[in-house]
């Protein structure tokens, strides 16, 4: 099972951007491009929503409504590290972003129950 770390969280203001990255452990690296990744935020008081997932290759992704245009899902199988490129942040992106990775190779689904080697969250505030 992959053990992932996210990072890159932070307080920005509406219309900015900000880079999220999601690294595998030492010890999952190798395990790494064999699954596809996910992003999902959770609001305080809400469930925790699908972001977008990207497939094992980096060819094939899937994105929510609500970030398509702005958001853009990214890996580098070397590194063992899938990205969270957030540009014209709105104050509803606002949440702790978690990163997990999928059931298969090519997974692109929006439900978090599917997902596992859960992360410990990156905090992303937009403000006015």
């Known amino acids: 099972q992959v053990q992932l770390v996210e990072s890159g969280g932070g307080l920005v203001q509406a219309g900015g951007s900000l880079r999220l990255s999601c690294a595998a452990s030492?010890?999952?690296?190798?395990?790494?491009?064999?699954?596809?990744m996910g992003w999902f935020r959770q609001a305080p008081g809400k469930e925790r929503d699908f972001v977008a997932a990207i497939s094992w290759s980096g060819e094939t992704s899937n994105y929510d409504d609500s970030v398509k245009g702005r958001f853009t899902i990214s890996r580098d199988n070397a590194k063992g590290t899938v990205y969270l490129q957030m540009n014209s942040l709105k104050p509803e992106d606002t949440a702790v972003y978690y990163c997990?990775?999928?059931?298969?190779?090519?997974?692109?689904?929006?439900?978090?129950?599917?997902?596992?080697?859960w992360g410990q969250g990156t905090k992303v505030t937009v403000s006015t």
């Open positions: 997990a990775a999928g059931p298969g190779s090519v997974f692109l689904g929006p439900f978090p129950s599917s997902y596992n080697g």
């Open positions: 030492e010890d999952s690296l190798s395990d790494f491009s064999r699954y596809s």
